[in-house]
């Protein structure tokens, strides 16, 4: 099959762009792009943004840095200059990555980052993962050699290159002065770098400046519910989303459990969306479970273990801790019909994950990507792996972001007959050469 690149229009270099254009000539042209362009280009150069790019990226001679895609701009003059877009599908020359669907880490040890690098598109961090996971525990941060959140986040940027992401959160969302938060997000874009660094921007429902003090002392519950809510501050991290995203930040919104979320999220203009799924599947089982044996034995006693579990996973706040139990009861069905926890399209947990990709297929924000995260036990990797081969998301991958801790993915690369076939052929081989 005939193939035809950059080099096939036969032309120079724009002048002083030569060692630039040497790096992109082998850059694929479509049959129909080689016909429209070979007749009018006069030279080939790159843009500023190009420049750039290699600039903050240096590059060996020859190619284009991972996580960057090579877009064709028409200039004045008869000049085709090549730019580079950020886009975390592509590996270095603008080669894409080996699946559509992208493969993501949630965590903020180096060492662990060392070990899956090569195969990840984004990493995400928040406080907890950085302070309570690596650097405030000594089995991870090995003789304390980290002390500081900057120090670590300067050393996974220096492990990942520049072909993934990396999602970081601010300390406090809460904070009222937005410039003091715009000055901790430029932090992150110095230290990272503003092709790489994303956002994290956490939704807030009824979480305020005034009451987020609520959460941090005494038995740590919010004195409203979830649904007690003040428009201006439910809607307080789509408006930090906007403001942060009109300083040049692409972010990243987070905190999505319902799918109900998905529609009003994306009037942010987000560059990742989110669906969890483990405390809610986790969450799902458990209301069923009080469900149904109430339903089996007619026993208050399973409703008011009910109500107990619910207070104690802010479904109710404390001083609803005396709800009627029949509203308890209809409450807990409500939630068990519609994450559609009884029908082949929810039990596995993943309605959110059909319904977000169904929402992003027909949105008008061409680079968002969903990331699916908060995963465990045996078969919620298995089960995403299995709805992404149904033939209704089979065009969808290219949206898909896949995150977990590193030793969660890592687990769904053996069987048991990886350690069988592993005794066979070392046992064929017996250390021959």
Request: proline residues 6%; neutral net charge; glycine residues 8%.
């Amino acid at each position: 099959m005939l193939k035809f690149g950059l080099f096939s229009l036969g032309a120079p270099a724009a002048r002083g762009e030569e060692e630039h254009v040497s790096r992109i000539l082998d850059t694929e042209l479509k049959d129909s792009e080689y016909l429209s362009l070979r007749d009018i280009v006069k030279w080939v150069g790159v843009t500023e943004g190009f420049k750039d790019v290699m600039k903050e990226f240096p590059t060996p001679e020859g190619g284009t840095p991972a996580g960057f895609r090579r877009d064709l701009v028409m200039d004045g003059d008869g000049v085709l200059r090549v730019d580079l877009r950020r886009d975390i599908s592509r590996d270095k020359n603008g080669a894409p990555r080996p699946t559509k669907v992208l493969y993501s880490a949630d965590t903020a040890d180096p060492y662990e980052v060392e070990a899956i690098s090569p195969f990840i598109a984004n990493l995400t961090c928040n406080p907890g993962i950085v302070y309570d996971l690596f650097i405030n525990n000594p089995k991870a941060n090995v003789g304390n050699k980290f002390r500081t959140r900057d120090e670590v986040m300067n050393e996974i940027g220096r492990i990942l290159g520049p072909g993934s992401d990396i999602s970081v959160e601010l300390n406090n969302p809460f904070e009222r002065d937005f410039n003091l938060l715009l000055e901790e997000a430029e932090k992150f874009r110095e230290m990272i770098g503003r092709h790489r660094v994303v956002i994290k921007v956490p939704h807030t429902g009824p979480v305020t400046p005034e009451n987020v003090g609520q959460l941090l002392e005494g038995e740590k519950k919010l004195s409203v519910g979830f649904d007690e809510i003040k428009t201006a501050e439910a809607l307080r991290g789509h408006a930090l989303a906007l403001k942060l995203r009109e300083h040049g930040f692409r972010i990243n919104f987070t905190l999505m459990f319902e799918p109900f979320q998905t529609q009003l999220a994306l009037q942010a203009r987000p560059y990742f969306i989110n669906t969890f799924l483990r405390h809610r599947l986790v969450q799902s089982t458990k209301i069923k479970e009080f469900v149904d044996a109430y339903r089996m034995s007619g026993e208050n006693a399973h409703l008011e273990g009910l109500r107990t579990y619910m207070v104690n996973n802010d479904y109710y706040p404390p001083s609803k801790a005396g709800t009627d139990l029949k509203d308890v009861l209809s409450f807990a069905c409500d939630i068990i019909r519609y994450r559609k926890f009884e029908e082949e399209q929810g039990r596995d947990g993943l309605d959110g994950m059909r319904h977000n990709l169904r929402v992003l297929r027909n949105c008008n924000l061409p680079d968002t990507r969903l990331i699916v995260c908060s995963m465990e036990g045996p078969y919620n990797y298995p089960d995403i792996d299995k709805l992404l081969c149904e033939p209704e998301f089979l065009d969808m991958h290219h949206k898909v972001v896949i995150t977990a801790p590193p030793d969660y993915l890592a687990r769904f690369t053996s069987t048991n007959q990886v350690i069988s076939y592993q005794r066979r052929f070392m046992n064929a081989a017996k250390g021959q050469k």
